[in-house]
């Protein structure tokens, strides 16, 4: 059973990889539309310090964006600041602010400490990620890649939903866009063993977080539109790209990796171009609950339709994140 419950997860996983290379290896990179300028918008990227998240702060920041930056690496995060500055196409602001996404605590510090400084929030893009992490637990006692990938995501996007309603106005809606990935066609979810202390598998444990990015996106956009609030949710996809994530790859699947990785992955900016997409071209303004791809809308996995299983998840977080 423990074998299964390993191997399983890492087959899934795998698996998705080749389909997403096959599918780079035919298609070209989406290239983003003429964006119209965002002068007056603010914007939060978590995981803005490199990679995708950087790529997408720098973007934003390009098209007159305020662009909050949220990490818990604070020296690469002003280096990231300084080199957005230093850059001759960035019309708009970036700023640094600390934020641990394993920590329940630093999430609601963080939002405290944002909402006090009045400003408004126009664009929250829930980037930052880990991927293949060993087993270990947060401070919270919530398993890493469950904490950092999803709960802390969620309860940030909470926490800034009544600031994100105030600030959007019909026809300028606010954005919120979530990171998902491929590997969530590979997802399975145990609302009751969330943190995987049964059998743990990082390949499994990586995708459920995934997978709950995108029950959370549908759910969140429905309550949004019953309520009739102006702000839109979107999960995207980046397709594989050659960042940081892949660092906990086993020793053999690294080296495999790395001739593949230059000729078939996408770069950090191609993979960061379906993020700036959902949160700033026109032709997304008022569209929510879609999976994006490649500049596509696509079909999510069957399992993240489930309305049952939206709710019953977004009930849970709440309860692990001292929601009501």
Not at 129 to 137: A, I, Y
Not at 285 to 292: F, M, P, T
Request: aromatic letters at 10%; glycine letters at 8%; proline letters at 3%.
């Amino acid at each position: 059973m423990w074998l299964i419950s390993v191997l399983l997860p890492l087959a899934r996983l795998y698996l998705c990889g080749i389909k997403v290379l096959l599918y780079q290896t035919f298609n070209r990179s989406f290239t983003l539309p003429v964006l119209p300028k965002q002068n007056g918008r603010v914007a939060i990227v978590t995981g803005g310090t490199r990679g995708m998240g950087f790529e997408t702060a720098r973007h934003l920041a390009s098209l007159g964006m305020h662009v909050v930056i949220a990490g818990n690496e604070e020296e690469e995060g002003k280096a990231a600041v300084r080199k957005i500055e230093e850059e001759e196409g960035s019309k708009g602001k970036a700023e640094f602010v600390y934020l641990d996404l394993t920590s329940m605590k630093s999430v609601r510090q963080f939002v405290k400490m944002f909402k006090n400084r009045g400003l408004p929030l126009h664009v929250l893009v829930n980037n930052a990620g880990t991927m293949l992490v060993p087993e270990r637990q947060t401070e919270d006692g919530f398993e890493f890649h469950f904490a950092l990938n999803y709960l802390g995501h969620f309860l940030l996007t909470n926490l800034l939903l009544d600031l994100l309603k105030r600030s959007g106005r019909h026809g300028s809606c606010s954005r919120i866009v979530n990171m998902s990935s491929a590997t969530h066609y590979a997802g399975v979810l145990d609302l009751d063993d969330l943190n995987r202390r049964k059998y743990y598998s990082s390949h499994g444990a990586y995708s459920q977080s995934k997978l709950a990015l995108v029950l959370f996106t549908y759910y969140l956009q429905e309550q949004l539109m019953a309520g009739g609030f102006p702000v839109i949710v979107n999960a995207v996809d980046p397709g594989m790209v050659d960042t940081a994530l892949y660092d906990n790859l086993w020793t053999l699947a690294q080296a495999m990796k790395k001739p593949v990785a230059k000729i078939l992955f996408r770069t950090p900016a191609e993979g960061a171009s379906i993020s700036v997409y959902a949160a700033a071209a026109s032709e997304m303004e008022g569209v929510g609950g879609c999976y994006l791809y490649n500049g596509e809308k696509r079909e999510s996995s069957d399992s993240s339709y489930d309305c049952e299983l939206q709710m019953k998840l977004w009930k849970k977080s709440c309860e692990l994140a001292g929601l009501p």
